[in-house]
């Protein structure tokens, strides 16, 4: 019987979550690749650390260890940063060796070379992990919409930030305590500000970008804000009304140009991510022949993201993965009446002799914090000008009702 033999980068959440799985999961992978897949060693940094490791796997600190190795099949990289990872997979690949990656940073800037390198190495390269943790989306998108044309794709696209909002929201937990609890489960990123800024969603939604339209946004024109200005009294606030905060990644393809934004939303019961709580991602996709598609699942975590890295491995060691390649897409035209109308928006810091015309002032509930409609363009001149603390877009149509105690919104 044959082996395929697999190196793993990092023994961390990801890392281990494979090694696990693939001693868990042998006999459906020997069932599925006809072979025995065997871990032959695992990279680390702190080599005094101790790890439940079979005593046949050379665990090393040293990368050349690893790749002078007689056989190796496949590399699945789990560490962190952009650095010496995209080196050691360049490494990996010249070496024949199929790679899978967890590691968003990393392939949302050097994914296209890896891509590259690996069809002139005639080996694959899978990055299921990299998006929504354990969510097939990259699979569905690749795999399954092959002649759809997409018209845009929405997500919630990071755990950590999920977890907190609902943490905050559910069980009253501070900022702090939440993103605590996130990082004991192993759903943060090492340094969580890639999380909590919006920086590990951009990542994600540019490697989404690549294959939902085969290319992507300028990175410097596309808005990222994270979550760190929601507090509980905006949360609380948006409860009264109905309405949940999301962190939410959008692009969409309008004439030759790609639109990009990734931004903390208020969103309503009737929006397909309102429900989706805790560490869950979601991703919906919108074409022209299947129209709305919304995928839902675990955004982090051991398993989760083991279950994208070890599907992954059945994928490349069938060398399917580069065999497609990102093409691009023309845009789709829907009739989209309402793209230049006004919005709703919450917003603190604007104060009600503030005229203009074009705001209409739905409700002033405290001093501070206020539901007003206008469009995209008046908000960004506001926040330049003005004193403003913060403002949220509300998704979705509603029915504003009011008497002289409350406004209420019934999403439509
Ligand atoms: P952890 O911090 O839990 O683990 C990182 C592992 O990588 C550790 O074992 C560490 O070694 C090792 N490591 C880090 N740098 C180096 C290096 N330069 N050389 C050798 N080993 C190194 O991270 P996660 O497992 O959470 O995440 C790994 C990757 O997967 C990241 O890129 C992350 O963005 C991505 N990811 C994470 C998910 C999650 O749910 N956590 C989900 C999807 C993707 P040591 O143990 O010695 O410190
Ligand atoms: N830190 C990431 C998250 C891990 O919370 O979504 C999954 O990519």
Request: glycine residues 6%.
């Given at each position: 019987?044959?082996?395929?033999?697999?190196?793993?980068?990092?023994?961390?959440t990801?890392?281990?979550?494979v090694y696990?799985t693939?001693?868990?999961h042998?006999?459906?992978?020997?069932?599925v690749?006809?072979?025995?897949?065997?871990v032959?060693a695992?990279l680390i940094?702190?080599?005094?650390?101790?790890?439940n490791?079979?005593?046949?796997?050379l665990?090393?600190?040293?990368?050349?260890?690893?790749l002078?190795?007689?056989?190796?099949?496949?590399i699945v990289?789990?560490?962190?940063?952009?650095?010496?990872?995209?080196?050691f997979?360049k490494?990996?690949?010249q070496?024949?060796?199929?790679i899978?990656?967890?590691?968003?940073?990393?392939?949302?800037?050097h994914?296209n070379?890896?891509?590259?390198?690996?069809?002139?190495?005639?080996?694959?390269?899978?990055?299921?992990?990299?998006?929504?943790?354990g969510?097939p989306v990259i699979?569905?998108?690749r795999q399954?919409?092959?002649?759809n044309?997409v018209?845009?794709?929405?997500?919630?696209?990071?755990g950590?930030?999920?977890?907190?909002?609902t943490?905050?929201r559910?069980k009253?937990q501070?900022f702090?305590?939440a993103?605590?609890l996130?990082q004991a489960k192993g759903?943060a990123?090492?340094?969580?500000?890639?999380d909590?800024?919006g920086?590990?969603?951009?990542?994600?939604?540019?490697?989404?970008?690549?294959?939902a339209?085969?290319?992507?946004?300028?990175?410097e024109?596309v808005e990222?804000?994270?979550?760190t200005?929601?507090?509980s009294?905006?949360?609380?606030?948006a409860?009264?009304?109905?309405l949940?905060?999301?962190?939410?990644?959008?692009?969409?393809?309008?004439?030759?140009?790609?639109k990009?934004?990734?931004?903390?939303?208020?969103v309503g019961?009737?929006?397909?991510?309102?429900?989706?709580e805790?560490?869950?991602?979601?991703v919906?996709?919108y074409?022209?022949?299947v129209?709305?598609?919304?995928?839902?699942?675990?955004?982090?975590?051991?398993?989760?993201?083991?279950?994208?890295?070890i599907?992954?491995l059945v994928?490349v060691?069938?060398?399917?993965l580069?065999?497609?390649?990102?093409?691009?897409?023309?845009?789709?035209?829907?009739?989209?009446?309402?793209?230049?109308?006004d919005?709703?928006w919450?917003?603190q810091?604007?104060?009600?002799?503030?005229?203009?015309p074009?705001?209409t002032w739905?409700?002033?509930?405290?001093?501070?914090?206020a539901?007003?409609?206008t469009?995209?363009?008046l908000i960004?001149q506001?926040?330049?000008?003005q004193?403003i603390?913060?403002?949220?877009q509300?998704?979705?149509?509603?029915e504003?009702?009011?008497?002289?105690?409350?406004?209420?919104?019934?999403?439509?």
């Amino acid at each position: 019987m044959s082996v395929i033999k697999v190196a793993i980068l990092g023994f961390g959440t990801v890392g281990e979550g494979v090694y696990r799985t693939i001693q868990s999961h042998a006999q459906e992978l020997e069932g599925v690749l006809g072979k025995r897949v065997e871990v032959a060693a695992v990279l680390i940094r702190n080599k005094h650390k101790k790890r439940n490791i079979n005593e046949d796997v050379l665990v090393t600190a040293d990368f050349n260890e690893i790749l002078s190795l007689p056989q190796l099949d496949v590399i699945v990289e789990a560490i962190v940063n952009k650095e010496p990872t995209f080196t050691f997979l360049k490494q990996a690949i010249q070496r024949g060796c199929h790679i899978i990656t967890a590691n968003k940073e990393m392939f949302a800037h050097h994914g296209n070379e890896l891509l590259e390198l690996a069809k002139h190495h005639n080996v694959s390269v899978g990055y299921e992990a990299t998006v929504a943790g354990g969510i097939p989306v990259i699979q569905t998108l690749r795999q399954l919409l092959n002649v759809n044309r997409v018209h845009h794709v929405q997500g919630i696209l990071n755990g950590t930030s999920n977890f907190i909002l609902t943490e905050m929201r559910e069980k009253k937990q501070s900022f702090v305590d939440a993103l605590s609890l996130a990082q004991a489960k192993g759903f943060a990123e090492a340094d969580p500000t890639n999380d909590v800024e919006g920086f590990d969603a951009f990542y994600k939604t540019m490697i989404l970008s690549r294959i939902a339209f085969g290319e992507e946004p300028n990175w410097e024109d596309v808005e990222r804000e994270g979550i760190t200005s929601i507090t509980s009294e905006l949360i609380e606030a948006a409860e009264r009304l109905g309405l949940r905060f999301k962190h939410i990644a959008s692009i969409s393809k309008k004439g030759d140009q790609i639109k990009a934004s990734v931004r903390p939303v208020l969103v309503g019961k009737s929006h397909p991510f309102y429900s989706i709580e805790g560490v869950e991602n979601a991703v919906n996709v919108y074409t022209d022949l299947v129209g709305s598609i919304t995928l839902q699942g675990p955004g982090a975590g051991m398993f989760p993201t083991a279950s994208a890295a070890i599907e992954d491995l059945v994928y490349v060691c069938q060398n399917k993965l580069t065999k497609k390649y990102f093409t691009k897409t023309p845009a789709i035209h829907l009739r989209d009446k309402k793209e230049h109308e006004d919005e709703l928006w919450i917003i603190q810091g604007l104060t009600k002799d503030y005229n203009n015309p074009l705001i209409t002032w739905i409700t002033q509930s405290s001093a501070e914090t206020a539901i007003i409609r206008t469009n995209t363009e008046l908000i960004k001149q506001l926040i330049s000008e003005q004193n403003i603390k913060c403002c949220f877009q509300i998704l979705g149509e509603f029915e504003i009702e009011s008497n002289d105690k409350e406004v209420t919104l019934a999403a439509i």
